[in-house]
């Protein structure tokens, strides 16, 4: 279950991500980095994103706040987004290495 947890459910969910949002960051044939960051990053950011919330003003402010917060938490979700992949890297090739060796079960 550990295993499942700290290293592929990340990983499925990444290349599950890069799959389906080949279709949005991939321009002309090129990345755009910032798409690329939003389509990585907001998955991963959620939890970061609203850290300034709207209240009062008018809607216009509110909205473009709210906009502030989300591309802040993607690009926050893109940092961490690559720090998840590390970890689960490390952790699968630690986990095959105690496999291998019979260290750790």
């Known amino acids: 279950m550990k295993l499942a947890r700290n290293t592929i459910i ?5 290349l599950l991500l890069a799959y389906f949002g080949h279709y949005i960051y991939v321009v002309d044939g090129q990345i755009d980095w910032l798409r690329f960051c ?9 939890p970061y994103m609203l850290w300034v919330i709207p209240i009062g003003g008018n809607p216009a402010a509110s909205t473009a706040i709210l ?3 989300i591309v802040i938490g ?32």
């Open 10 to 14: 990340p990983i499925i969910m990444i």
């Open 38 to 46: 939003l389509v990585f990053g907001i998955p991963f950011g959620v």
């Open 67 to 69: 906009a502030l917060n």
């Open 74 to 105: 993607a690009l926050f979700g893109c940092v961490i987004a690559i720090f998840a992949l590390i970890r689960a890297l490390i952790y699968f090739v630690w986990w095959l290495i105690g496999k291998i060796t019979g260290l750790r079960a």
